[in-house]
């Protein structure tokens, strides 16, 4: 036992040496693993292998199965842990380019400066939709932008005003992408202020309707609409599951108001048959920036990306739509359709906004 004890002293000492009279380090090679097993078994003390494994290195690749194998022949736990710090890092996945709908990109929107109306072009009369290919950043600034389309006046204003749009960073395995989209800059005559949305409808000028036929137009679709049923089958497109859901949807007590300029309805929810909301909704259509619509599966998308689940898609069905009336900071509140006309060319084309 002594003359064992002796030889580990030996290896410890002959280790030391390394170091030179001044004190530096001299470099040394690194630790094979059959150096490690031959000190493990020589009994030399395990927080002096940790110091030594820490200075010099492996010379190999440490796995769980070395550890396991040395934990056998005795290594103590600093021994263990140090050769554990030196397993190989796991490379970083680096998000390629990811292309996103229009609606996911309006969804992460954190600054929108206005669009300037040319006064030449209105001046002419030149009205419109300039359609732009935006790229954005990791960081969420707009790297690159070119036009699609549109009237030739009016690109240039669309340009500079999205130029410094401003979104948040759009997460792939929760990092951040850099991501393709368009963008749809609307020039209407007889308003200051271009809309910028994402394919809704333009929005109707101050020659509208009034405010009570809108209201009770409101009332009469949602009250045509009825229990709305459907599934939702969701993929996970990161673990490969699929899940399937069977919803109903009810409003009931229907009533608009103009002079609140709200809409109350009591809404009743059911998953897989249970009940997930029953209570009375009161919606106020103050303040309306926008009417957007967009199918289920885009608004099913845009609540998957608030939770978190980047990775997850939505199919609807039966296929549906939603009219989604948007106020400041992309808050709004949405009505499903089956009929997509329902949804648009009545809905949105008979909005407004009101005081």
Not at 201 to 206: L, Q, R, V, W
Not at 238 to 246: F, H, L, N, P, V
């Amino acid at each position: 036992m002594k003359a064992v004890r002796l030889l580990a002293l030996l290896v410890v000492g002959a280790m030391l040496c390394s170091q030179n009279a001044s004190g530096q380090q001299a470099a040394v090679p690194k630790l094979t693993l059959a150096q490690v097993e031959d000190l493990v078994s020589h009994g030399v003390p395990d927080s002096t292998m940790s110091t030594q494994i820490q200075r010099r290195g492996l010379a190999f690749a440490p796995t769980p199965a070395i550890v396991e194998s040395l934990r056998v022949k005795g290594a103590g736990s600093q021994t263990l842990a140090a050769i554990e710090a030196l397993f190989p890092k796991p490379k970083p996945i680096v998000p390629k380019k990811v292309s996103i709908t229009a609606d996911v990109a309006r969804s992460l929107l954190l600054q929108m400066p206005t669009v300037a109306y040319p006064p030449i072009a209105k001046a002419a009369r030149i009205s419109g939709t300039v359609e732009l290919r935006a790229t954005i950043s990791e960081t969420g600034s707009v790297e690159v932008l070119e036009v699609v389309s549109g009237p030739a006046m009016l690109q240039q204003a669309a340009l500079d005003a999205v130029r410094q749009w401003q979104y948040k960073p759009y997460l792939v395995n929760n990092k951040p992408a850099e991501v393709e989209t368009t963008v749809n800059v609307i020039f209407t005559l007889g308003t200051d202020t271009p809309q910028s949305n994402t394919g809704a409808k333009p929005a109707a000028s101050d020659s509208g309707p009034s405010l009570a036929a809108t209201m009770q137009f409101i009332q009469d679709k949602l009250n045509e609409r009825g229990s709305l049923k459907f599934a939702v089958h969701t993929h996970d497109n990161s673990a490969g599951r699929d899940y399937t859901d069977q919803y109903i949807n009810e409003a009931s007590n229907l009533i608009a108001d103009p002079a609140a300029c709200s809409i109350s309805y009591h809404r009743t929810h059911k998953k897989n048959g249970a009940v997930i909301a029953d209570a009375d909704v009161s919606v106020s259509l103050h303040d309306v920036q926008d009417v957007v619509v967009m199918t289920a599966e885009q608004s099913w998308k845009l609540s998957f990306l608030s939770a978190g689940h980047s990775t997850w898609d939505a199919r609807i069905d039966p296929p549906m739509f939603q009219v989604v009336a948007r106020k400041a900071g992309n808050q709004g509140s949405g009505f499903y359709f089956v009929d997509e006309e329902m949804a648009s060319c009545r809905m949105a084309g008979r909005s407004r906004r009101h005081p």
